[in-house]
């Protein structure tokens, strides 16, 4: 079959599941957030399409220090706000809707992580300089 057919038969397959076990896919989507943000393909063994374990390292790293960024700058008005609500939507929409089959989804905000992560970089740089400068007025 070609793409166009696989599409519709899956799309009917996941409606039909979707239909007649609407509990059984909504316990999936705690899953489906863990994909968005780590590839799926991380959690099987064999896995399918293996990836080498530096890219699944810079990948686990750049999700942490997103979620370093993410806490550190919670509470900031403004910019930094709204970009940070932008990725939550983003993130929650692909959650319900798409995240089944991987993090492809998330490389529209990968730029805003790195905001964030070069934020939280500068905020530990200066508050290792302050405490120096403290340390050294003693």
């Not at 896995?47 to 374990?53: H, L």
């Not at 964030?116 to 007025?137: M, P």
Request: hydrophobic share 50%.
């Amino acid at each position: 079959k070609n793409e166009l057919e696989m599409d519709d038969l899956l799309s009917t397959a996941g409606w039909q599941y979707l239909d007649e076990q609407p509990v059984e896919a909504l316990k999936l989507r705690p899953y489906c957030f863990l994909y968005f943000w780590l590839d799926h393909n991380y959690w099987l063994d064999p896995m399918p399409f293996p990836t080498s374990w530096r890219i699944r390292g810079a990948n686990f790293l750049l999700v942490a220090l997103t979620a370093l960024a993410v806490l550190a700058n919670w509470r900031a008005a403004g910019v930094a706000r709204l970009l940070l609500l932008i990725m939550m939507t983003i993130a929650l929409f692909y959650t319900l809707f798409h995240a089944d089959i991987g993090n492809r989804f998330r490389l529209q905000i990968e730029p805003i992580m790195l905001i964030f992560i070069g934020q939280l970089l500068v905020q530990t740089a200066r508050r290792f300089k302050s405490n120096r400068l403290l340390n050294s007025a003693d």
